[in-house]
């Protein structure tokens, strides 16, 4: 079966064809500008780029141009949209209303709607995706796919704020997680790579935004992010783990709002506010290494922190088999791989400097043979991931 993967964003649109009997793309592309002037879609297939220039007004004439590429006699790579099996699609926040991947009825729709406040940003634009697709394409299953659902596993103990029960149960505020699809990718890579599915894994989604989740036995026992993204380990600009009573204290100091102290947490702290240098990890090598005290702290920071998720993980799932690194900084950032992990000897990690350095498609073990605790390095493909979740529900 061919599935079409959608990733919908406010004026954005990326997707990919992938045929699932060989887990192949057979295109993919992206659609910019939707509702702005200037609205152009990028397609890729057969080696071929191609850039149609044309007006998108809202997200259902976005993915009427997508399907008139996939299906271009010229540029296509379907005869018609009868070889499309289903429509999966990334969806950011859950809630509580959802705790799987679900394919949408007429019911859950309205459902889906009810989780625009767990991510306001981006579920309404979710949203606008599904019903483009309904509209597109009549009858088509689609499939929902929510960045928390890896997360639902947790025990209460891991997912629970310690806040008032009743505010729990009223307002349903407690530790979701994100970059659920990529975790659960690659714990499921490494599963298959170490043959055997009883593991302790702790994943380590390190990118723009970062994450760490402990997997036991397959399943997510805990993650750093929180109720969003914010909290866990510092990523590019948003700070991680604070105490809330220093955001208060920061906000009085610099007479901000709490909107403009949640935005400023987000936007302006992180590697990017600790160095004053950027955002990206290879700006801060570069700079460390020319002796920028800030560069070089952000990097430790960052460092310290992740590995103190690591040993509280491992305590979490009583030992550890493996670490996975995934994402912009995990599957290239040799530097930042070498700071985590030297030094987790503890942990019964032995570190292979040498492997650490080569770059390799698939799975990489980057310890050394004989390492108690394996460390891997393996790409993340959250769009296969959706695939694979759509074909097992349709
Ligand atoms: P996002 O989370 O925005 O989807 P990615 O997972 O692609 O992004 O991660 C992007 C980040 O990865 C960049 O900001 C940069 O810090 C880091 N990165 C990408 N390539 C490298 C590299 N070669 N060396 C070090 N860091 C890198």
Same mark, same amino acid.
């Given at each position: 079966m061919k599935i079409l993967v959608i990733n919908a964003g406010s004026s954005s649109l990326k997707y990919q064809l992938i045929d699932m009997d060989t887990e192949s793309v057979l295109a993919k592309g992206l659609c910019e500008r939707i509702g702005i002037d200037g609205s152009n879609l990028v397609h890729k297939a057969n080696g071929k780029q191609t850039k149609y220039v044309a007006a998108m007004p809202d997200h259902t004439v976005a993915i009427k141009m997508v399907i008139d590429a996939l299906t271009d006699p010229e540029v296509g790579v379907v005869s018609s949209l009868d070889e499309i099996g289903a429509i999966g699609h990334r969806v950011v926040g859950s809630g509580e209303y959802f705790s799987a991947p679900t394919l949408i009825t007429k019911d859950n729709l309205a459902t889906l709607k009810m989780t625009f406040e767990f991510a306001p940003i981006h579920n309404p634009a979710n949203y606008m995706g599904v019903t483009a697709c309904m509209e597109a394409m009549p009858g088509k299953p689609?499939?929902?796919?929510?960045?928390?659902?890896? @997360?639902?596993?947790?025990?209460?103990?891991?997912?629970?704020?310690?806040?008032?029960?009743?505010?729990?149960?009223?307002? $349903?505020?407690?530790?979701?997680? &994100?970059?659920?699809?990529? @975790? $659960?990718?690659?714990?499921?890579?490494?599963?298959?790579?170490? +043959?055997? $599915?009883?593991?302790?894994?702790?994943?380590? @989604?390190?990118?723009? *935004?970062?994450?760490?989740?402990?997997?036991?036995?397959?399943?997510?026992?805990?993650?750093?992010?929180?109720?969003?993204?914010?909290?866990?380990?510092?990523? +590019?600009? %948003?700070?991680?783990?604070?105490?809330?009573?220093?955001?208060?204290?920061?906000?009085?100091?610099?007479?901000?709002?709490?909107?403009?102290?949640?935005?400023?947490?987000?936007?302006? /702290?992180?590697?990017?506010?600790?160095? *004053?240098?950027?955002?990206?990890?290879?700006?801060?090598? &570069?700079?460390?290494?020319? +002796?920028?005290? %800030?560069?070089?702290?952000?990097?430790?920071?960052?460092?310290?922190?992740?590995?103190?998720?690591?040993?509280?993980?491992?305590?979490?799932?009583? *030992?550890?088999? /493996?670490?996975?690194?995934?994402?912009?900084?995990?599957?290239?950032?040799?530097?930042? %791989?070498?700071?985590? /992990?030297?030094?987790?000897? /503890?942990? +019964?990690?032995?570190?292979?400097?040498?492997?650490?350095?080569? %770059?390799?498609?698939?799975?990489?073990?980057?310890?050394?043979?004989?390492s108690k605790v394996k460390v891997l390095v393996i790409p993340t493909n959250e769009e296969l991931m959706i695939a694979r979740e759509t074909l097992a529900l349709v």
């Open positions: 689609n499939v929902v796919v929510f960045d928390t659902a890896f @997360h639902s596993t947790m025990p209460d103990e891991a997912k629970l704020y310690a806040i008032d029960y009743q505010d729990y149960l009223d307002y $349903k505020v407690r530790r979701y997680g &994100a970059h659920g699809t990529s @975790h $659960k990718y690659v714990s499921a890579e490494a599963i298959k790579y170490l +043959g055997k $599915k009883e593991s302790k894994i702790v994943t380590c @989604h390190l990118g723009g *935004g970062s994450s760490v989740s402990a997997v036991l036995n397959g399943k997510c026992v805990d993650t750093s992010m929180g109720f969003t993204p914010l909290a866990g380990v510092p990523m +590019g600009t %948003r700070s991680g783990d604070i105490d809330p009573s220093a955001a208060k204290f920061l906000a009085e100091k610099k007479g901000m709002t709490f909107e403009e102290t949640i935005n400023y947490l987000n936007k302006k /702290c992180g590697v990017a506010g600790v160095s *004053g240098v950027s955002s990206d990890f290879r700006d801060l090598q &570069a700079a460390a290494e020319e +002796g920028n005290y %800030r560069a070089e702290l952000a990097l430790n920071i960052f460092a310290y922190n992740v590995r103190k998720y690591i040993g509280a993980y491992t305590v979490a799932m009583g *030992g550890l088999d /493996c670490i996975v690194f995934t994402a912009g900084i995990g599957e290239n950032s040799s530097y930042t %791989r070498a700071q985590i /992990c030297e030094g987790l000897e /503890c942990l +019964g990690v032995e570190f292979d400097k040498e492997a650490n350095e080569v %770059r390799k498609d698939g799975v990489n073990e980057i310890s050394k043979p004989g």
